[in-house]
């Protein structure tokens, strides 16, 4: 089993920036992907960034310029960096693991964390 903790989340004024990061524990062989997604009450849960374990990234295009998603292999942690907050960055954001078994691939979501972004 493996657990995702996130952190970092919290009210910042549009403009701002903030610093996400998510740490993964448990019985780990390796990780393939990891991302960060969000979501708002009653929408479905969308795509922010993804990042490989050899550093290939995604971004949705509403993130692009803004936010910086990166990884420590060695601490199993992926990070994301958020500038240029606008209100609707508003939401609940989700970390992902791809986790790779040899056998076969397990995906894990952390609890979220929120994220509020005042006008």
């Known amino acids: 089993q493996v657990q995702l903790v996130e952190s970092g989340g919290g009210l910042v004024q549009a403009g701002g920036s903030l610093r996400l990061s998510c740490a993964a524990s448990?019985?780990?062989?390796?990780?393939?992907?990891m991302g960060w997604y969000r979501q708002a009450p009653g929408k479905q849960r969308e795509l922010v960034a993804t990042?490989?374990?050899?550093?290939?990234?995604n971004y949705a295009d509403s993130v692009k310029g803004r936010f910086t998603i990166s990884r420590d292999n060695a601490k199993n942690t992926v990070y994301l960096q958020m500038n240029s907050l606008k209100p609707e960055d508003t939401d609940v954001y989700y970390c992902?693991?791809?986790?790779?078994?040899?056998?076969?691939?397990?995906?894990?979501w952390g609890q979220g964390t929120q994220v509020t972004v005042s006008s």
């Open positions: 992902n693991a791809d986790v790779d078994y040899s056998d076969h691939i397990s995906s894990y």
């Open positions: 448990g019985t780990i062989f390796s990780i393939n992907a």
């Open positions: 990042i490989t374990s050899g550093g290939s990234t």
